[in-house]
């Protein structure tokens, strides 16, 4: 698998609906708003076709990204944040996610250096807690 940069994808060995619960209780308990959650293989089904269990979630803080928002407007255009969750071909969950320094790369936002590293270091321990409940 090709991960672009900025993209950091994780493995967990817990079975991907138990990840799915952890990532909902994770991000509440967090404070993070859960804006949507699309089950992309239900989609596909509907469509005829086949997915690997793949959900997405769109989620974020208001008070933290509006600020960027802000000073940055075309960065709601990634904004709010996002989780893949994927059952993998060997039976593993994966999730992966963008980083907020690749954001703010791709923005040209390097005036927030250290919020976007503040959002990594909490997106990390999100992700951390997450595979391990």
């Known amino acids: 698998m090709h991960v672009p940069p900025g993209v950091v994808v994780r493995s967990s060995s817990q079975p991907y609906e138990d990840v799915l619960r952890s990532a909902r209780s994770v991000l509440a308990a967090a404070g993070q708003t859960i804006f949507a959650e699309v089950d992309q293989a239900k989609a ?14 769109v989620f974020g803080n208001p008070k933290a990204g509006t600020p960027l928002m802000a000073d940055f407007p075309l960065v709601a255009l990634d904004l709010p944040l996002k989780l893949l969750v994927w059952r993998d071909d ?19 936002m390097s005036s927030d250096a250290s919020r976007l590293a503040q959002i990594d270091n909490a997106l990390a321990a ?3 807690k997450m595979i391990a409940a």
């Open 44 to 57: 596909a089904t509907a469509a005829g076709l086949q997915l690997r269990p793949t959900t997405l979630f």
């Open 126 to 128: 999100l992700v951390d």
């Open 90 to 108: 060997d039976g593993s969950t994966r999730l992966a996610y963008r980083t907020a320094s690749a954001l703010g790369e791709t923005y040209a």
